[in-house]
């Protein structure tokens, strides 16, 4: 046994390797810290994915508030169209100033009530 160990130490690395299995034996890992480790890396990453869960919802409110916007802009745009078609159907049909008047006076107030020429 003694001619064995003699051998190791000549060796180098099957003593080192023989010394750390005996010192992990002796000293076993403590598991308290690997756990406070494991517990600070979950918290990072908690608050990573909650930071996460935020930009989502933001951003799924932005693009809400965009399609709201471009909805509005389309109705806008519609108004305006079906307001130009009956000026010009007015324009064109119309045969006196006083005619004219009255039936701009109509066209306001069916589109802006309370307004008048």
């Known amino acids: 046994m003694g001619a064995l160990l003699l051998f190791a130490v000549l ?3 099957p003593a080192s390797l023989a010394a750390t ?4 034996r002796i000293y076993p890992p403590r598991r308290g810290l690997y756990v406070a480790v494991a517990q600070v890396q979950q918290e990072r990453c908690g608050g990573l994915a909650d930071q996460l869960d935020l930009a989502v919802a ?7 508030r965009i399609t709201h916007a471009q909805d509005q802009q389309r109705a806008a745009e519609q108004a305006r169209d079906a307001l130009l078609a009956a000026l010009q159907d007015l324009l064109a049909r119309a045969d006196t100033p006083e005619e004219t008047t009255r039936d701009l006076n109509h066209l306001i107030d069916r589109y802006h009530p309370g307004g008048s020429l």
């Open 58 to 64: 933001q951003a799924e409110a932005a693009r809400t």
């Open 11 to 13: 060796l180098g690395w």
């Open 21 to 24: 299995w005996t010192l992990a």
